[in-house]
Every structure is written in C-alpha cells, then in structure tokens.
C-alpha cells in the first residue's frame, strides 16, 4: 500500500517534478508561443498552445493526485471549469439540479444559457437537493456552500445519482482537496476555483475539473479545446508553484477559522455564527463525517451593513475583499452582491497571520 503522507508533503510533492539529474530543483514556467513541428508531421505533443502546455500537464498531474482523480484539466477560472462540466453533461431535455443556496453565479449562467438550449434547471438548497435528485440527469453540488457554510452529505448523494446511473459534479472551493474528497464519496466529478486557497497568493484565476471516468475527462479536455478557455501559462507556472505551500497555508487558516469561530460564537456584537468545525453548527456531525478539514471560511451576522463597515474601518488587520483563500485575513458583506441574506452577513476568509493577533484584531474592532 503506498504510504500516506502529511499534507505539506503531499502538495510539495504535487507541485514538483520527478529529479532528473542536471535540471533544477524547481523549473522555471515554459511560455506558450509557437512550437516546433516535426517535419515528418508524426503525432506531437505540444504543437499550439491552446491543446496543451508543459506547465499544465504538470500542474493537472499535481491536482489529480491531491483530488485522488486519475486526471485533471485546468482552465482559465472557476467558472469556466464549471460551465465546461455542465456543457459536456446537460443535454436538451435533460434535468440539471443547481445548488440555490451556492455560489450566485451559477444560477446566472443555468438561467442563461443552459434553460434557452432546453434544459430544466432545479434550483434546490442544502436540504432539497436529495430530494430533487431523485428525478434529475446532472446535479451540481457545493459543500460547504457559499456562502453560508451548510454541509451536504456526498454519500448520500452519490448513492441517489449511482442507483439511477447519472451524473455528480461536487464544486469543492470552499474545502479544497485538503480538506474534502468528494470522488472518493462517490462523485463523477469535481470542480473548483484554483483561485483560492490553492493558489494563495490572490495574483491570479484559475480553475480545474477532475475525474477517473476516461470518457468524462476526455470530453472535458475536448471542451477546453474547442472553447479556448484555457488558463495561461504563466499563471499555470504561479498556480503550481503556489500549490507547493498550500498545505502549510491552509492549515493556518483552518485553525485561525476555529479559533476565531470559537471565540465569535460568545461575542455579544455577533448574532450568529456559521462554521462546520464548531460542534453547535448544524452541519458539525456530518462534516465531521466526510471532512478531513472543516476550511478557513466563517460566516457571521451583524446587526447591519454599518456594524461591517465598521467592523473594517476599525480593523488593522482586515482586507475588504470578495475573494478569499489568500494570504491576508478578508471580510465580503454578501448582501451587496445580491445573495439572499441579512444586512449584516459577512463571510470571512482566514489568511495566515498568527491566531493571537486575529483575536485579538477581531475583538478590539468588534469593541
């Protein structure tokens, strides 16, 4: 049995290609121009740089193995991960489950591209979407959901679409493979925004879909080719080499998140609080179940759009920002972006700094 190593091992090693005498230990980006063709025209492996790329093979190689995937295919964002999974798999006719309480903009796309060419599209939350399933092609699940943290069980899932032969796609953002393995719950296919905690450093997009079914992930890199949506080479290079810390990084910010969480729960300025990991949140039991790591993400609730702002303003640590999975602590008030919350929702992503100074930040700006 191949042994199991730690995580820092694990993504060092997914981010590093095997030694070869001579090379560097850690190898420079390859960019993408023109490439040499064989003058007897034999089959190539890189002949244009939208089919393929040294960078990205190494850096799909490194994700299927952190996904426990037998491949992997990056794209230019999350979202264009996503789409491409749900173009190879939605057909005209067909039923596509789409998570209604998970990232915004998915419902965007389902409602404008995928209802005009004919497919039915169920909008169902963490608690509906088994039920919804039952009579579904393709369905799309985001666990912990964005942005309010519910836990859905993959298991159970799976089982539903397995007994009735069709599709799973599991959105793992929010978890990362460090944190969840969805195929090994028996998804079909995972996709996620490499933007995030992967990545790190909030410099670059990028995104992947992983899978063990050939068929799958060969439509999948058919797709990309014929889209163009492709992630560039450059930032592949970015991506990889920012894999290579991702397990040192996110196990700061996982326990930055808990301590915080914990501390937050007892805060007379905080209405409520959403975190897997804390054993009073209603997903507790079943992440605990199918969660290696509970993520840097916490929600919460203040009394209102001006309680958030201040909560900044008087911060010395905090960084406004809609993205999340970086280096430095960021807070996004969600309502202004349309989700169905409160005022006062804000979602926190934990960065990296020590958890001493996190609480102690948080609590002096809280007052």
Not at 138 to 152: F, H, M, R, S
Not at 176 to 201: E, F, R
Not at 319 to 348: C, E
């Amino acid at each position: 049995m191949p042994r199991r190593y730690g995580e820092s091992t694990r993504t060092l090693r997914a981010a590093t290609p095997p030694a070869r005498p001579g090379a560097p230990v850690s190898p420079g980006p390859v960019p993408v121009s023109a490439y040499h063709l064989d003058p007897e025209e034999s089959a190539e492996l890189d002949f244009y740089g939208r089919a393929s790329n040294p960078n990205w093979r190494q850096l799909e190689a490194g994700l299927a193995e952190l996904e426990g995937a037998a491949a992997a295919v990056v794209f230019g964002s999350g979202m264009a991960a996503i789409t491409a999974a749900l173009r190879v798999l939605a057909r005209p006719d067909s039923v596509v489950v789409i998570p209604s309480d998970g990232y915004y903009q998915v419902r965007r796309y389902a409602s404008e591209s995928l209802v005009p060419m004919g497919v039915t599209v169920i909008e169902a939350d963490h608690q509906e979407i088994y039920a919804a399933a039952e009579s579904a092609d393709v369905v799309l699940a985001e666990t912990p959901t964005n942005p309010n943290l519910d836990v859905v069980d993959l298991h159970r899932l799976a089982g539903i679409c397995r007994g009735r032969d069709k599709r799973l796609i599991v959105d793992n953002t929010a978890a990362t493979p460090l944190g969840q393995q969805p195929l090994a719950l028996g998804a079909d296919l995972v996709v996620a925004s490499a933007t995030k905690a992967l990545a790190g450093h909030s410099d670059l997009l990028g995104g992947y879909v992983a899978g063990s079914r050939p068929e799958l992930m060969e439509a999948i890199a058919r797709e990309r080719l014929l889209s163009g949506a492709i992630l560039g080479a450059f930032d592949s290079w970015l991506l990889l080499r920012g894999l290579g810390t991702a397990g040192l990084r996110f196990g700061r910010q996982c326990a930055n998140a808990q301590a915080l969480a914990t501390v937050l729960s007892g805060h007379p300025a905080v209405s409520s609080v959403r975190y897997p990991g804390l054993p009073s949140d209603p997903g507790h039991a079943l992440a605990c179940a199918q969660m290696q790591h509970f993520g840097a993400l916490v929600s919460i609730e203040l009394a209102d759009a001006a309680a958030v702002h201040d909560l900044v303003a008087r911060s010395e640590l905090l960084v406004s920002s809609t993205s999340f999975g970086g280096l430095h602590t960021s807070i996004d008030r969600r309502a202004r972006w349309g989700d169905p919350v409160g005022d006062g929702f804000a979602r926190i992503s934990l960065g990296i700094e020590d958890t001493d100074d996190v609480i102690a930040d948080f609590t002096r700006a809280l007052g």
